[in-house]
């Protein structure tokens, strides 16, 4: 779906500015996104595999949720939002727990050129797998994982192209950020 979205410069601030997200990827224009990371109290990971319709990372098991905040919207509502739409699960803004915003770049094909800086949270998922709702167009399947798991899988991840190819050092920042608040 397309949308207006914000205008960053390369360092993340914003520019006053408001452009189509597909105008943005075509010409690579960075723009805001969030990522909510899901945990259970007993070390597991809610994964989400994205749809095969997808335009970046289709079929690829990737962050619990996440999306692009809407031209003018407020990070934390972004958040909250999309966690609604993609899993069904409604929270609070008491329940996001900022742990940075990282910046991000991918060539997917000479057309698509995403360059993001994902504002990133962890939530604690207090509901079971099975009460989740997917939204179809977004998500194809869900999955919890421990963490040693998980952090395995990403080690293996250049051989398996399983997982979207984020920096090992962004998942590692997102790991330990959930063990100390386990």
């Given at each position: 779906m397309d949308e207006l979205i914000d205008v960053l410069d390369a360092d993340g601030n914003y520019t006053g500015k408001s452009i189509m997200k597909s105008e943005a990827h075509r010409k690579g224009i960075f723009h805001p996104s969030i990522h909510v990371w899901l945990y259970t109290k007993n070390g597991e990971i809610l994964i989400q595999q994205r749809t095969k319709n997808k335009d970046t990372h289709p079929g690829l098991w990737d962050v619990s949720v996440a999306g692009h905040i809407g031209a003018g919207e407020d990070v934390i509502n972004s958040a909250i939002r999309e966690v609604q739409e993609e899993i069904?699960?409604?929270?609070?803004?008491?329940?996001?727990?900022?742990?940075?915003?990282f910046k991000y770049s991918c060539q997917h094909h000479k057309d698509l050129l995403d360059c993001e800086f994902h504002h990133t949270f962890l939530c604690e998922l207090k509901t079971p797998l099975?009460?989740?709702?997917?939204?179809?167009?977004?998500?194809?399947?869900?999955?919890?994982?421990?963490?040693?798991?998980?952090?395995?899988?990403?080690?293996?991840?250049?051989?398996?192209?399983?997982?979207?190819?984020?920096?090992?050092?962004?998942?590692?920042?997102?790991?330990?950020?959930?063990?100390?608040?386990?």
């Open positions: 069904g699960l409604a929270i609070t803004s008491s329940e996001l727990h900022k742990i940075g915003v099975a009460k989740l709702k997917m939204q179809e167009t977004e998500v194809a399947d869900l999955n919890l994982i421990s963490i040693p798991a998980f952090k395995k899988k990403l080690n293996r991840n250049t051989h398996s192209k399983k997982y979207v190819p984020y920096d090992m050092e962004y998942y590692d920042t997102v790991l330990n950020a959930i063990r100390k608040r386990l």
